[in-house]
């Protein structure tokens, strides 16, 4: 009687440190997705930034040398 209780709290445990290991593993996506999300928007704006900064330059007929 004492192995299959032993197997089954086993299990239990293996089940437990699974879900743990789970949810630290969303905790995570979901840091990493505010991250690139984050890093999208920076990027966005710089592109806008150096398209304004080329239309300025295209515009006084100077270059960059």
Known sequence: MFWPMLAIALGFLGIAVLGVLAVRVFVEVQR????????????????????????????????LR
């Open 32 to 63: 990493l997705g505010r991250q690139v999300a984050h890093t999208t928007q920076r990027i966005s704006q710089a592109a806008e930034d150096l398209e304004t900064a080329a239309v300025g330059l295209a515009r006084t007929g100077e270059s």
